[in-house]
């Protein structure tokens, strides 16, 4: 009796102990300590998020930062100074021109802007249509005018639709070209599926996705020239790549199928012995 | 010939004569089943994790920039290295749920009692142990997962007052989780840890020789009564020899842990290895929810439903030395049918039913 006396006492010494006023103690946990990058250190916290999430900024600030985390670039870590330049880790000095800030283009630079990382899509977008006549006419479709700004998202089929076409041109031509890239476009989303599920699966697929990457890079930045004939006859070499690739990717689902069969003759064998052990040890208790 | 190999065996080791005397003339209690080979099972469970954690440390690197990579050597390119990782990882949980069950077992029959207290606590104490290994070996693939996963076990202790800090820091080797943290992990998952956990597994088997299989309190009430300074061993006069009757029964039980781990490898092989496992760790992108594995859930939840950061984590540390320390508790001699002590076996229950709830509620 003493010893549960004894336990309800050293209980209730500690929770009469303990501080009840932090009541947003699980709000902190959730969002400072489950939600936060823990490992950075702190200084190389974003100054430029910082800055844009602050109160002292507007709505339309705010609405950059949101809308950059919900993009492409932010799923693939590329932040707001790997194309705007500047210091993130230095909030006085991440402005500064001799930090290599180079904040929002004019529209006439957005093309330079953007192909200081997709090189090859540049080239072929300056050669093209479309970048003709933006830099003959100094208007005209930029990278912006189709992929958007902030809220970019990977690039897709449906970017090639009337509405946005349609503000430029008629929609013929580029239905067309829709066509001509359709039979690669498709072999690409289901590579692409392919290799993320098997990559989920545990299958180290770092070899196909590099083919996979230059072979999708190099089919977008054809697309880039707008030439339907080009796209069309070079379809059948990039089909072949992807077959390629489909290839080994099969290779990898036999592997698995394998590890299954392999473990479930496994898990067969050691059911039939529980079976023979269970039937014995009832013979020897009968005895 | 068979029979001068076997005289020429018997004459240098004395096989027969050790299974005469610590197999065959050993005997167990009437009422002893399949539930009291749990024990037999974790030690084999744990003999499984050191044969295929010896065989992954063979080609693993415990260093950041290769140990995810070394894991993913290990499980596409070495003949029938996933068979060894997945058997590892899945092994991992299963030894841990046996454990609980053993753990439950025990209780509800009461066996921690005079003269079991040393018995109890080793058990307790290797689980703890075994629970510990299991957060350090999270971190060795450095994945995601293991990663985020350390980034909160590790940072849960320093809520603990005055040495709460010190721990967490000890932990991690700093301030946060890198290179230091996974070798410092590394070192108590493969030899530090396995090394103390095979000495109180010793100890266990010992005690466990000497005071004999617990009896059922309902099937064989204890025949004798003797004062706190005396020790007898009971001679269970109706039970059954320990071979072939119960060594058989402990045999089934092990084929049926094989049919678990392999029915897991072939129908789930991911169930303990979330998407994030096959992503390396990077420390500048948090996944966007970190869990805990299940056999956690219920002290995480706790801690995060409490509004108090020194509360919470000082209710999981009374409950674990409450469980630790509970043969003293009921120390007191008399009925060990927990059928006619209703308010522990209410006590227990709802103990057990919170802990389910918990850990359910924490999955969501």
């Keep these: ?287 | 010939m068979w029979g001068k190999i076997k005289h020429w065996v018997e004459v240098r080791l004395g096989l027969e004569e050790l299974i005469n005397r610590h197999l065959r003339s050993y005997k167990t209690p009437k009422g002893a089943n399949f539930l009291n080979t749990l024990g037999f099972v974790a030690l084999i469970a744990f003999i499984v994790q050191v044969i295929t954690g010896i065989m992954l440390l063979l080609y693993y690197l415990p260093h950041p920039d290769h140990a995810f990579q070394s894991v993913q050597t290990i499980t596409n390119d070495i003949p029938y290295g996933w068979l060894f990782r997945l058997i590892h990882n899945i092994g991992s949980n299963i030894i841990i749920g046996v454990i609980i069950i053993h753990l439950i077992h025990v209780f509800l029959r009461v066996s921690y009692k005079r003269p079991r207290e040393v018995t109890w606590i080793s058990g307790c104490i290797m689980f703890f142990l075994v629970l510990l290994t299991s957060i350090t070996g999270q971190l060795l693939p450095w994945h995601q997962t293991g990663f985020w996963q350390t980034t909160v076990t590790s940072t849960i202790p320093a809520f603990l007052p005055v040495i709460g800090e010190g721990i967490s820091s000890y932990m991690r080797g700093g301030e946060f989780v890198t290179g230091i943290t996974l070798s410092r992990y590394f070192s108590f998952h493969v030899v530090i840890l396995p090394v103390i956990i095979s000495v109180l597994i010793g100890l266990h088997v010992l005690l466990i020789r000497r005071q004999g299989i617990s009896t059922s309190p309902s099937l064989e009430p204890e025949s004798s009564k003797t004062s706190s300074t005396e020790f007898k061993r009971e001679n269970h006069p109706e039970g059954r020899p320990c071979f072939p009757h119960f060594s058989l029964k402990r045999l089934f039980m092990v084929m049926i842990y094989f049919a678990i781990v392999f029915f897991i490898l072939t129908f789930m092989p991911n169930l303990f290895l979330p998407p994030e496992t096959n992503i390396p760790a990077n420390p500048l992108m948090t996944p966007e929810s970190i869990r805990p594995a299940w056999y956690f859930l219920a002290p995480y939840q706790l801690i995060k439903i409490i509004p108090n950061d020194i509360m919470g984590i000082s209710l999981v540390v009374i409950f674990s030395a409450i469980l630790l320390l509970w043969p003293f508790f009921d120390a007191k001699e008399g009925e060990r049918n927990i059928l006619k002590r209703p308010i522990l076996l209410s006590a227990a229950l709802i103990a057990l039913t919170l802990w389910g709830i918990f850990t359910v509620w924490g999955m969501y």
Aim: proline fraction near 2%.
């Design chain 1, 1 to 287: 009796m003493k010893r549960y006396l004894l336990l309800q006492i050293v209980i209730l010494i500690v929770l009469f102990s303990t501080d009840f006023s932090q009541a947003g103690y699980r709000e902190t946990f959730e969002k400072e300590f489950m939600l936060s990058p823990w490992s950075i250190a702190k200084g190389e916290t974003s100054a430029c998020i910082q800055c844009h999430t602050s109160d002292d900024m507007g709505p339309e600030m705010h609405e950059i930062t949101r809308q950059w985390k919900d993009s492409w670039h932010a799923k693939n870590n590329i932040s707001c100074h790997d194309c705007h330049g500047g210091a993130p880790e230095d909030a006085s000095m991440s402005m500064m021109h001799q930090r290599g800030f180079k904040g929002s283009p004019q529209d006439s630079d957005i093309p330079e802007f953007c192909g200081s990382c997709h090189i090859a899509i540049l080239d072929n977008y300056l050669k093209s249509g479309h970048g003709k006549t933006f830099c003959d006419a100094a208007e005209g479709p930029s990278c912006v005018t189709c992929h958007g700004s902030h809220n970019i998202q990977q690039a897709n089929m449906d970017i090639i639709n009337e509405q946005l076409c349609s503000q430029c041109h008629t929609y013929e031509r580029a239905k067309e070209m829709k066509q001509a890239l359709f039979i690669v476009e498709n072999k690409l989303s289901s590579v692409e599926e392919s290799l993320a599920h098997l990559q989920m699966l545990g299958i180290n697929v770092d070899d196909q996705e590099k083919s996979f990457f230059r072979t999708h890079l190099e089919f977008r930045a054809l697309f880039h020239s707008i030439d339907v004939e080009a796209v069309r006859v070079k379809s059948s070499d990039y089909t072949q790549k992807l077959e390629i690739i489909e290839s080994k990717i099969d290779d990898s689902f036999n592997k698995l199928a394998y590890r299954r069969n392999f473990s479930a003759y496994l898990f067969l064998l050691f059911i039939g012995l529980s079976i023979v052990v269970f039937l014995l040890s009832k013979s020897y208790e009968q005895k």
